[in-house]
């Protein structure tokens, strides 16, 4: 540390060097003489030719940092931002998940908020104050919003102490967009930084910063003589803007040719440009940290990282530890070496103090205060890697890499923080239980959790280590999707005239193949089950029930509905394997299949991007929620209806115990040959989630999807409130007391019989009175 | 020519509509005019949400109003939708219906408001979409039918598919008489 801020020993070559002084040889005699006026001349022309490339020298490396001190003042990443929390009047919320939500945006707890970015949170009662933030829809300005939580709903909400029914807070932010191995920053003009970082920067380091041309003579000479007399290298003497040129080559080599290279590099930045503009890319500039792979920039990037609050909220002793780890963010770095970075905070209050930045009873008080940092970084730039992918992947429709890494665009994502976490404890914890208790070993997982109404990703887990970047298996990981497939069959047949409780054979099958193959599945249990109705095939996913049911119509209409939803190519030619679900998707495209069903019919794409801004908050673009009509959207409903019952009485009736709720959720297991596979979807009214697991090198796991992926769903959405399909709001349905043997109507109540939908004008024929009424009752 | 149409519109327009109407109407003709695309055929008429779709509705609707109680955050958005839709900003007042659509997106009134603003940002099928979506959830009587139903229509006139289009100016007549079949 000591020896960085080195004098150069000769720095002053600078200019005595490049001046050639070929006057200086006067003529002589004769022989010795031309001898000496050739020595004289050679001579010359050898100086004149270093004092050329002298020249040249400099002009090329004052020419590079010119344009490196350009690039980096535009170069600013785009910034991606988390789905904002809404509040309003009657909406369900515990206080658990708001303090979550408040943490996730980087909001401070307190006992009273005085200023933007903090909170309190006692009881049922809940004080925010907000921060400045522009949303797609115009600046919204810093509020006090209060809420009353009674039953586990916001009971009360009142903004800047007006009743209000309507309130919403500023977005966490989630990451940038980089270069890979790229720098974390956040570029803010000097006017936003708070006076005293701005002037204490330049009382600390580097006091006649306004007055110098970029080299310190005078501080430099004082450096040099204070290290000469204490006999060690302890002063630098380098000046705001050598310390910017350092900090552009990102360098810490400290020979004397950088050092002077570094003075010469300095020398022509000041005459290029001007203070402010030196001391504003300087502010954004300054290494401040270390996080994962990344650099932290800049002092709004590190306000947020050491102490989770922007730049502009820090308090005087706050300001002082960013300024003092300037010197040596390793050396100073808070979280590790807490007593010596109270020192050297305690050092800059002084020194705030001798130049009368602060008074002496101010900086006494400040020096009394706590280092204040918080244990964990109040922001992570590499979190949600999985979701982040999908984020780029979008844009990259739109926008290149250069536009998104370095025009500092602001980017307005759907992710929602807290169904982020529980999706992550879900992978992670999850499936470590799954293990131990199992003797499983080497599964991983892929994940989505979306909105069906407006195709909103949610939340995305592309590895059981959710912080671990690489391959994204939400996005990546095709598989066989298994009877994952099977609502799709039986909602062709629903379209084409058939009902719940219509009749299907589930006796053995044969299909002939084109290639004089005989293709024989089996059921799961190897039995057969005689005639049932449709209903019980689904629920209780009978293979050979399926493949005679789909066999009907045959592979090719439902090949048709995945090419409709681009999730089969267009050329291919469909095998009655299909209606098994021998085809390879992701757990996104799984997904988008899904949202059809979740949205009675609806389609819309699944999308992770919501809004692009300009750095200044123009928008960009809008990704709006755009609405198809599926062609067999009249018989969803029905699907919908039969896969509640999946999770009631059908292969995922444990769902309700692994929950540990009474619960209305569609859902739908699935498990490929072998046990290789374990599939699980499930879809509320307002909620979609797919949950894949396997191994990554695809051999059988032993794994099905009501063993493995259903416990991981379940274990997701235990904490979450959801809202549960309302059946009998499910639209276009006439609901009949049905006998579950016969597939009659028959008399309320009649034990035996359940109520079943059916669309209208296709009720069934056949009623026949309850024989067991008069008894039961 | 645009000054043209304005002031048709606005000649048609009864007394107590015209501020309201030819504010919004001129800031999308302004657009129009601004556009630097290529010229594309110049539609022979352009749609009067009050007069085809909102005016008729509540007369066919025969006073049959059926409204779901509305979540006030959304009732909020809505009023500032339509503060937005009456000062011409089409694209701000649809902004504020898809935020109210993340807080509710099975309320028929709302979705139906959303078909009436892409009706007027001339995206047919999303305004013939957002009211079928509407109709689906929403009461099948009253006035809302009768919107939905009318939007349908003048969605498919522009799309083309005129026997659609008549379909469903009748299947809005019926809105009042009786519940519909499903679908």
């Known amino acids: 540390m000591a020896t960085k801020r080195r004098p150069p020993a000769r720095a002053k070559r600078t200019r005595a060097d490049s001046r050639p002084n070929s006057r200086s040889a006067k003529p002589g005699s004769a022989a010795p003489a031309r001898w000496r006026l050739w020595s004289l001349r050679l001579l010359a022309g050898l100086l004149g030719l270093s004092a050329g490339a002298g020249a040249i020298w400099i002009y090329s490396i004052s020419t590079q940092v010119i344009v490196h001190f350009e690039q980096r003042r535009w170069d600013v990443p785009s910034r991606v931002y988390a789905r904002p929390l809404t509040l309003y009047t009657g909406m369900s919320l515990r206080g658990g998940l708001l303090k979550d939500e408040l943490e996730a945006a980087g909001y401070q707890s307190v006992a009273e908020p005085s200023q933007a970015g903090q909170y309190s949170l ?178 709004a990037r590190a306000s947020e990282f050491y102490f989770g609050v922007p730049v502009q909220n820090l308090q005087a002793h706050q300001i002082a530890l960013l300024i003092g780890i300037v010197r040596g963010a390793s050396w100073y770095n808070p979280r590790r070496h807490g007593e010596r970075a109270l020192q050297r905070r305690n050092t800059i209050l002084d020194s705030f103090a001798a130049t009368g930045l602060l008074s002496a009873s101010a900086a006494r008080q400040w020096r009394t205060q706590p ?37 500092g665009l602001r980017i307005m994502t759907t992710l929602e923080p807290v169904a982020q976490r529980q999706a992550e404890q879900a992978a992670s914890q999850g499936l470590a239980r799954l293990e131990q208790g199992r003797g499983w070993s080497g599964l991983q997982t892929g994940m989505i959790v979306a909105d069906p109404n407006t195709g ?13 970047a690489g391959f994204n298996r939400a996005l990546d990981a095709r598989r066989q999707i298994g009877s994952i497939i099977k609502p799709f069959v039986y909602l062709l047949a629903l379209a084409n005239g058939q009902h719940l409780m219509s009749l299907v054979s589930d006796a053995g099958v044969s299909v002939s193949m084109p290639d004089g193959d005989n293709w024989q599945p089996r059921n799961y249990d190897l039995r057969n089950h005689g005639e049932v109705p449709l209903l019980t095939a689904l629920i209780q996913s009978y293979n050979q029930a399926t493949v005679r049911l789909g066999m009907r119509l045959g592979p090719e209409p439902l090949a048709a509905l995945l090419r409709q939803l681009e ?43 919501r809004d692009v801004l300009d750095s200044g908050g123009r928008a960009l673009t809008r990704y709006p929620v755009q609405l198809n009509v599926f062609p067999q959207r009249e018989a969803i409903p029905l699907i919908t209806f039969a896969l509640t019952d999946v999770s009631r009485r059908g292969t995922a009736w444990r769902l309700g115990q692994l929950l540990g709720r009474q619960h209305v959720i569609a859902a739908k297991t699935g498990t490929t040959n072998d046990q290789r596979d374990s599939w699980f979807v499930g879809y509320t009214e307002d909620r979609l989630a797919v949950v894949w697991v396997g191994r990554d090198d695809n051999q059988p796991a032993g794994i099905t999807g009501a063993t493995a992926a259903m416990p991981v769903w379940a274990e997701m959405f235990r904490d979450i409130p959801v809202n ?54 | 020519m645009i000054n043209e149409q304005a002031a048709n519109i606005v000649m048609k327009l009864s007394l107590t509509k015209l501020c309201r109407v030819s504010l919004a109407t001129l800031p999308l003709l302004l657009l129009l005019a601004c556009s630097t695309q290529a010229p594309v055929p110049i539609q022979e008429r352009s749609v009067d949400i009050e007069q085809e779709i909102r005016q008729p509705a509540v007369v066919e609707g025969a006073g049959l109003q059926v409204r779901p109680l509305q979540n006030p955050g959304v009732r909020e958005l809505v009023s500032q939708a339509e503060q937005a839709e009456q000062n011409g900003d089409l694209n701000q007042a649809s902004i504020f219906l898809e935020r109210a659509l993340r807080i509710q997106p099975r309320d028929p009134e709302l979705l139906q408001s959303i078909a009436e603003i892409k009706l ?41 598919d005129y026997a659609g289009s008549e379909e469903a100016r009748q299947r809005a007549a019926g809105c009042a008489l009786r519940k519909p079949e499903t679908f």
Not at chain 1, 378 to 396: E, H, K, N
């Open chain 1, 456 to 468: 909103d990703v949610l939340a995305l887990v592309g590895d059981r280590d959710p912080n671990r």
């Open chain 1, 567 to 609: 999730l089969l190519p267009e050329n291919a030619v469909p095998h009655p394997a299909l209606l098994l679900g021998a085809v390879e998707l992701s757990p996104l495209e799984v997904a988008s299949l899904y949202q059809v069903l979740a949205a009675d019919g609806y389609r819309t794409r699944l999308s992770a991007v």
């Open chain 1, 724 to 777: 549960d399909i309302d059946v009998y709001r499910l639209p276009g349905l006439n609901w009949y007391w049905v006998d579950w043997q016969s597939g009659w109507v028959t008399e309320p109540d009649c034990p035996g019989a359940g109520l079943v939908p059916f669309r209208q004008g296709n009720e069934p024929q056949q009623w026949r009175p309850c024989p067991n009424l008069g008894a039961s009752n």
């Open chain 1, 122 to 299: 006692q009881g049922s009662r809940a004080v925010i104050y907000t921060r400045t933030f522009a949303f797609a829809d115009g600046i919204q300005p810093a509020q006090v919003i209060g809420l009353r939580l009674q039953d586990d709903r916001i009971s009360g909400l009142q903004v800047n102490g007006q009743d209000s029914s309507l309130a919403r807070l500023d977005p966490a932010e989630i990451g940038s967009l980089h270069t890979l191995g790229g720098d974390d920053r956040k570029v803010l003009p000097l006017e936003a930084f708070p006076p005293l970082l701005v002037t204490g920067v330049q009382a600390v380091e580097d006091r006649h910063f306004k007055h110098h041309h970029g080299i310190d003579w005078r501080g430099l000479t004082r450096a040099m003589w204070r290290n000469l007399s204490s006999g060690s290298l302890r002063q630098g003497g380098s000046t705001i803007t050598q310390q910017m040129v350092r900090n552009l080559y990102l360098t810490n080599n400290r020979n004397l040719w950088r050092k002077f290279n570094e003075m010469v590099m300095a020398v022509a930045l000041e005459r290029r440009y001007s203070k402010h503009e030196i001391l504003e890319t300087y502010m954004n500039e300054v290494y401040l940290g270390q996080t994962g792979g990344r650099g932290v920039h800049g002092f």
């Open chain 2, 120 to 160: 007027q940002q001339e995206s047919y099928e999303q305004a013939l979409n957002y009211a079928s979506r509407s109709y689906d959830v929403g009461p099948k009587v009253g006035e809302l039918c009768s919107r939905n139903w009318r939007t349908i229509s003048v969605s498919r006139e522009f799309l083309d």
């Open chain 1, 371 to 407: 280092l204040s940092v918080r244990t964990s970084p109040g922001y992570i730039s590499s979190r949600y890697p999985a979701f982040m992918d999908l984020v780029r992947r979008q844009l990259r429709e739109q926008y290149n890499e250069d536009e998104l890494q370095r025009t």
